[in-house]
């Protein structure tokens, strides 16, 4: 399986993948649902972290017959067990779900790349949902810093010394990293937060996002909404699912002036993409159509 899988389109999709770690695949097998079956695109729905994704996530599963999901916890710790970079082994999986013609729906924190679409950019249409960088960054604080369950990037300090180490300045470039386009310079910011050439990697991202079918945002969770539900033929509501262990932690106006100004430095880029689309989503007919949300 995996060698077929490296012999089609893109030889180097699964290059980092070890052909003896994996014998054979255990997917769940889809039945397609409505959308697939009527012979429109797939849907490959990007979840950055803390944006009301899992909600979304929950919304669209089931009006499209239920994702090619990712577990973050556990592909972290396949990652480990096989020695691999935790993106490339997401990578990996991204390319196999997209091989997978039984998959018509695709969700979860996989990094958008564009060799795991290599030669199947038209089967599909890519939907994201965005957040205010700062109140984003705030609330993936509080969350890890709180919640019950520690093994998954727990946060073990004030926030004032989390904002200075590298896990907070990765943290803050959450967007430019899952739509660079390229697993390479993903990893250089996932590690360290810095890369030598990021306002090259802020406009890849934003080049990138401006093909996807719907790019919405948190602050307009409503407009979000009422586009796929226009576009996909969805009758039912996104509901609200996952709550911050916290509850009602400082929100960014009620935090001490250094905090505010360390933060805004850290989401500085990830903000000029979060900016280029906050106009409210609106539907487009076709992949091939689809127009940059913002003016250039």
């Not at 390229?182 to 910011?189: C, R």
């Not at 602050?219 to 911050?244: T, V």
Request: charged fraction near 25%.
């Amino acid at each position: 399986m995996l060698r077929a899988l490296l012999n089609v389109g893109n030889e180097h999709v699964l290059r980092p993948f070890d052909l003896k770690v994996v014998r054979r695949s255990r997917a769940p097998c889809l039945d397609g649902g409505p959308l697939f079956k009527n012979g429109r695109k797939r849907v490959a729905f990007f979840h950055p972290p803390k944006c009301g994704g899992s909600s979304v996530d929950n919304w669209l599963s089931l009006a499209f017959g239920g994702p090619a999901g990712l577990d973050p916890i556990a592909a972290e710790a396949a990652a480990r067990n096989t020695g691999l970079a935790g993106l490339a082994l997401r990578e990996a999986l991204l390319a196999y779900y997209v091989q997978r013609r039984d998959a018509p729906f695709i969700s979860g924190h996989y990094n958008f790349s564009r060799r795991a679409f290599s030669g199947h950019e038209e089967e599909f249409e890519f939907i994201t949902i965005l957040r205010n960088p700062l109140d984003r960054m705030l609330s993936q604080y509080y969350f890890n810093r709180f919640r019950e369950q520690r093994i998954h990037f727990p946060i073990d300090c004030d926030l004032s010394e989390w904002l200075s180490t590298d896990q907070a300045r990765a943290s803050a470039l959450v967007f430019t990293r899952m739509f660079v386009g390229d697993t390479e310079v993903a990893q250089a910011l996932d590690m360290s937060g810095t890369w030598n050439d990021i306002r090259s990697a802020v406009s890849d991202a934003i080049a990138n996002l401006s093909q996807f079918a719907i790019v919405g945002t948190l602050e307009h969770i409503d407009e979000f909404q009422k586009a796929a539900q226009s576009r996909y033929g969805i009758s039912s509501s996104i509901p609200h699912l996952r709550k911050n262990p916290k509850g009602r932690y400082p929100k960014f106006a009620d935090q001490p002036t250094e905090v505010q100004d360390r933060l805004r430095e850290l989401c500085e880029h990830d903000s000029a993409i979060y900016e280029r689309f906050l106009t409210k989503p609106q539907p487009v007919q076709s992949f091939s159509a689809v127009a940059r949300m913002a003016p250039g």
